[in-house]
């Protein structure tokens, strides 16, 4: 049986240039408008049923938001056409469209946690609300690192040129590498996932030339990361929260206690995989 190995982009739309891209970006844009001028300055926290009909109305717009099919199109194609510009600089221009649409949302998330620890938790007990009470909950947990609306907003604009921008150049960058394996030219991507499968000579060799061509790309690596760990630190600064870590443990849904307790034990018994390796590594035959 042959698989197919490549999207089939003409069920989002029939080319670059088919108007229905500018419709439905244009349909996104109007829904958000709509969506902030019926809730901007509206009392919809301050009863049960005004807050069901709000999430209601929001959760109805995210499938709206979440499926954006002109962003998808370009964004998948210029996965697979590393070198097509275009579609690249199409991708990048419709998610600056779309950010700035979605960030007129932004009030309604401030607005929602910006009540009171007494009605917060009378909300979440409310069984009334209880399809929207995990919502809620995640509302509740981030608030106390909120910024101003238009601090946020800014942020949700800086991202895409402090973060997004980096990563996905150095993705670019890196799928148009190719590594010589067995007379054949394999892009970087295909030589990683197939590294395993290969007997223990020809992954020690496969694995120098995945090396060899990561190191050579390393200036625009370290920039990335530098650019990235920069733009982060600031965020969390401005957040207020107190470690490097705080953000992505609460963003997973852990406690922070918990994870550094775990980390502690496992630092503690690091001696336990030392020895494991080094028993491996002699089993096999090869220096530790």
Not at 162 to 178: C, E
Not at 226 to 249: E, P
Request: hydrophobic share 40%; proline share 1%; with cysteine.
């Amino acid at each position: 049986m042959k698989y197919k190995t490549e999207w089939n982009l003409g069920l989002l739309y029939k080319s670059d240039k088919d108007p229905q891209i500018e419709k439905d970006i244009q349909t996104i844009e109007k829904a958000c408008s709509v969506f902030e001028k019926k809730y901007r300055g509206k009392l919809f926290t301050d009863s049960v049923i005004n807050l069901i009909t709000a999430l209601k109305d929001r959760e109805k717009l995210a499938t709206i938001l979440n499926g954006s099919k002109p962003w998808w199109y370009f964004a998948l194609k210029s996965d697979m056409q590393s070198d097509n510009a275009i579609a690249g600089a199409a991708a990048t221009r419709i998610e600056q469209r779309l950010e700035e649409a979605s960030n007129k949302l932004t009030f309604f998330r401030l607005e929602i946690g910006s009540l009171s620890l007494k009605k917060q938790i009378a909300y979440l007990k409310d069984v009334s609300l209880k399809d929207f009470s995990y919502s809620l909950e995640r509302i509740f947990d981030h608030a106390k690192y909120n910024l101003s609306e238009k601090e946020e907003q800014l942020e949700n604009l800086l991202s895409q040129t402090s973060y997004t921008m980096w990563v996905d150049g150095q993705q670019r960058v890196l799928s148009q590498q190719l590594i010589s394996f067995k007379g054949e030219d394999l892009p970087i991507a295909k030589a990683m996932s197939i590294l395993a499968d290969q007997s223990s000579e020809d992954r020690l060799a496969l694995n120098i030339s995945i090396s060899t061509a990561l190191k050579k790309q390393s200036s625009f690596a370290e920039a990335e990361i530098n650019a990235v760990y920069n733009y982060k630190k600031i965020m969390d600064g401005l957040r207020g929260y107190k470690s490097a870590y705080s953000a992505t443990i609460l963003g997973y849904e852990n406690d922070e206690k918990t994870v550094l307790d775990l980390v502690a034990v496992v630092s503690k018994y690091f001696t336990l995989s030392s020895r494991f390796y080094s028993l491996h590594a002699k089993l096999l035959g090869k220096k530790n």
